[in-house]
């Protein structure tokens, strides 16, 4: 099984300011991260797909990059809607399974 | 657009099997290409992808929960379902049904979530 770990576990932030944040595989996933954001009370949102790829209508200010075991999410200047918790998730070739990391808190500080 | 909505009971009892239907409006379940998966999440944790299925029937478990889900589609309702056997209180969550448009990408869309407790 691929474990996926996240860091930091919290992040605490000011609006305009950038986030960065780490999700490292176990072992290699190649390409195949994708990155969604919770909000309290509400179902995830997809963000980002194939490691780099906004999904629809997701604001530019979010990107993603890396490969292989080491993938980050960018936020590049926060807004006050971009606190919430991130977690990234990726998908095993065969059998095909999906795991997700423990999330990051991104709060206001 | 596509919408997702999870219905059944919110309360289990322990050894007995959690039954739960996404009822998908705004498209057909089986036209393109598109998988749906469940996905549940205790109070205060993370996620944890339970299974998928294609409108073939086709089925892929999360290996540790594989022994007791079973997920089906029901084409002429629009809607696919999860059973869950022999629960405990571990069990108790947040579940969410979610589309895939494709069996290589992530879930775009999803339901608002259902919350199952079990207990006696």
């Known amino acids: 099984e691929i474990v996926l770990t996240q860091s930091p576990a919290t992040l605490s932030l000011s609006p305009g300011e950038r986030a960065t944040l780490s999700c490292r595989a176990s072992?290699?996933?190649?390409?195949?991260l994708a990155w969604y954001q919770q909000k309290p009370g509400q179902a995830p949102r997809l963000l980002i797909y194939?490691?780099?790829n906004r999904a629809t209508g997701i604001p530019a200010r979010f990107s993603g990059s890396g490969s292989g075991t080491d993938f980050t999410l960018t936020i590049s200047s926060l807004e006050p809607e971009d606190f919430a918790v991130y977690y990234c998730?990726?998908?095993?070739?065969?059998?095909?399974?999906?795991?997700f990391g423990q999330g990051t808190k991104l709060e206001i500080k | 657009q596509v919408q997702l909505q999870e219905s059944g009971p919110g309360l289990v009892k322990p050894s007995q099997t959690l039954s739960l239907t996404c009822t998908v409006s705004?498209?057909?379940?089986?036209?393109?290409?598109?998988?749906w998966s469940w996905i549940r999440q205790p109070a205060g944790k993370g996620l944890e992808w339970i299974g998928r299925?294609?409108?073939?029937?086709?089925?892929n478990y999360n290996p540790s929960l594989k022994s007791r889900v079973t997920i089906s589609v029901d084409t002429s309702k629009n809607q696919f379902s999860l059973k869950l056997s022999s629960v405990t209180a571990a069990d108790t969550a947040v579940y969410y049904c979610?589309?895939?448009?494709?069996?290589?990408?992530?879930?775009?869309?999803w339901g608002q979530g259902t919350l199952v407790t079990v207990s006696s």
């Open positions: 998730q990726q998908r095993s070739n065969w059998p095909p399974e999906y795991t």
């Open positions: 299925i294609y409108t073939s029937g086709s089925t």
């Open positions: 194939d490691a780099s």
């Open positions: 979610a589309r895939a448009r494709d069996g290589y990408n992530p879930d775009d869309y």
């Open positions: 072992q290699s996933v190649s390409s195949y």
């Open positions: 705004g498209g057909s379940i089986s036209s393109g290409s598109y998988y």
